[in-house]
């Protein structure tokens, strides 16, 4: 089956370069998406976006030219709870990557061994309008529940403003629950303002809340290199993403958000992206444990 991408939609940029920034050995990028191939891999009738291909082997050769040792492969909105693309590529990565599904209340048992068999670890709830239609809270609960019983964590994403509307269901989760992309704060507003203190206060109280410090590209509102000369290159973000760090280093976990999809106006060199990591976690201790040796406790217990 062909797709025509959704117009406007900016491909992810195919000459990364190589980051000034040396990854720890190890290191694990623990936010990233495949995107069919459609032809093989259709994307689900209910998407909200149409991507183009973004693939397992193009996603293999970006974890070895930046120097990632493993992936976290986030199932994407656009192919629904059809988890197969990012299972295939799981399995294909040989141990290497561990992945995070979609799935609805009518999942089996079965499949729900399935899916750990192939490597996944986590179930992801997606509270961002755009991007999902809304599921209610008692199917999502019931799938914590069921997932808790493998020993799989929940990710959330969601937009900073409904936090205050989604804490009561969040706090409830029996689960490890990580946020991605630190609950996306709108970095314009102040570090101190309401809205972030509450996203920390969240993270400060519940021992269970994990944080991806990621997608400084999304987040930012200064802008990309082009925009605003390399070294300053997203540096609005810097604050937001160094205090999680710094307050929370042991519950903290970064990853590309390769293939990148939904971005309008600039697509990011992932290389730069690397280079980014150095100003949210400032010392090599810090960086091993964003990079390590927390995302080896969360995925790879065994080899931890
Ligand atoms: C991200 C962010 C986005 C999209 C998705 O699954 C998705 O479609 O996660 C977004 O549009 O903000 O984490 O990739």
């Known amino acids: 089956m062909t797709f025509d991408k959704t117009p406007g939609w900016l491909d992810w940029y195919a000459g990364p370069t190589k980051p000034r920034f040396k990854l720890p050995p190890g290191s694990v990028d623990a936010h990233c998406h495949v995107f069919g191939p459609g032809d093989e891999f259709p994307f689900a009738p209910e998407r909200k976006y149409t991507p183009c291909d973004a693939g397992k082997q193009q996603l293999f050769a970006l974890r070895d030219h930046l120097g990632f040792a493993r992936n976290v492969i986030v199932q994407a909105t656009c192919h629904g709870a059809d988890n197969r693309a990012m299972v295939?590529?799981?399995?294909?990565?040989?141990?290497?990557?561990?992945?995070?599904?979609?799935?609805?209340?009518?999942?089996?048992?079965?499949?729900?061994?399935?899916?750990?068999?192939?490597?996944?670890?986590?179930?992801?709830?997606?509270?961002?309008?755009?991007?999902?239609?809304?599921?209610?809270?008692?199917?999502?609960?019931?799938?914590?529940?069921?997932?808790?019983?493998?020993?799989?964590?929940?990710?959330?994403?969601?937009?900073?403003?409904?936090?205050?509307?989604?804490?009561?269901?969040?706090?409830?989760?029996?689960?490890?629950?990580?946020?991605?992309?630190?609950?996306r704060p709108d970095v314009a507003k102040p570090i101190d303002g309401p809205e972030f203190t509450l996203f920390l206060k969240f993270m400060q109280q519940h021992a269970n809340v994990w944080s991806k410090v990621s997608c400084p590209e999304r987040l930012s509102v200064s802008g990309p290199p082009a925009l605003n000369g390399e070294r300053n290159a997203y540096r609005d973000v810097v604050p937001f993403a160094r205090r999680v760090v710094e307050q929370f280093p042991d519950r903290v976990l970064w990853g590309t958000d390769w293939p990148h999809p939904n971005l309008k106006n600039h697509m990011p060199d992932d290389g730069l992206l690397v280079d980014f990591i150095p100003h949210i976690a400032v010392t090599p201790e810090l960086q091993q444990k964003l990079l390590v040796t927390n995302p080896m406790r969360l995925y790879w217990p065994e080899e931890a």
């Open 88 to 183: 295939d590529a799981c399995r294909a990565a040989n141990g290497k990557a561990r992945g995070v599904a979609t799935v609805k209340r009518s999942v089996s048992d079965a499949e729900l061994n399935e899916l750990h068999a192939a490597g996944v670890r986590g179930v992801r709830f997606n509270f961002v309008k755009r991007l999902v239609d809304f599921t209610p809270k008692d199917e999502l609960m019931e799938i914590a529940t069921r997932i808790h019983q493998l020993g799989w964590h929940v990710v959330i994403y969601f937009e900073a403003v409904d936090l205050p509307e989604l804490w009561d269901f969040f706090t409830a989760l029996p689960n490890t629950i990580v946020v991605d992309h630190m609950g």
